[in-house]
């Protein structure tokens, strides 16, 4: 798991952690239980795909629940885990709102207020 968001950034913007159906790549939208990487990787290890990308997938974001799967990571470029981190409050003040989003904090985080 990558912390690339400050864990003070995070909780600010993200006072609730995602709900495990909110896990998701913001570039092609699939749920861990939808990529047959995660799927097949996750019964060699004896868990679910979702605990899987938790605790084994890098792009992972505890704070905002995206990561980016395989295909997505190499069709934007492979861009850094920290460009990829700060992308991701952007992601989730575009799209639906997860439940107790401070949208205050993520306004101010795009102003660099935060």
């Given at each position: 798991m990558n912390n690339t968001i400050k864990f003070k950034e995070?909780?600010?913007?993200f006072p609730i952690?995602?709900?495990?159906?909110?896990?998701?790549?913001?570039?092609c939208g699939k749920h861990p239980d939808q990529i047959e990487e995660y799927i097949g990787a996750s019964k060699?290890?004896?868990?679910?795909?979702?605990?899987?990308?938790?605790?084994?997938?890098?792009t992972y974001c505890q704070?905002?629940?995206c990561f980016v799967c395989t295909p997505c990571?190499?069709?934007?470029?492979?861009?850094?885990?920290?460009?990829i981190h700060s992308a991701f409050p952007y992601f989730r003040m575009d799209a639906e709102p997860l439940e107790g989003q401070n949208s205050e904090a993520l306004v101010k985080y795009r102003l660099g207020e935060l």
């Open positions: 995070g909780k600010a913007m952690a995602p709900k495990d159906h909110q896990i998701e790549c913001p570039y060699e290890e004896n868990m679910t795909p979702i605990e899987y990308v938790k605790s084994q997938e890098n704070y905002t629940g990571y190499f069709n934007i470029g492979t861009p850094t885990l920290d460009k």
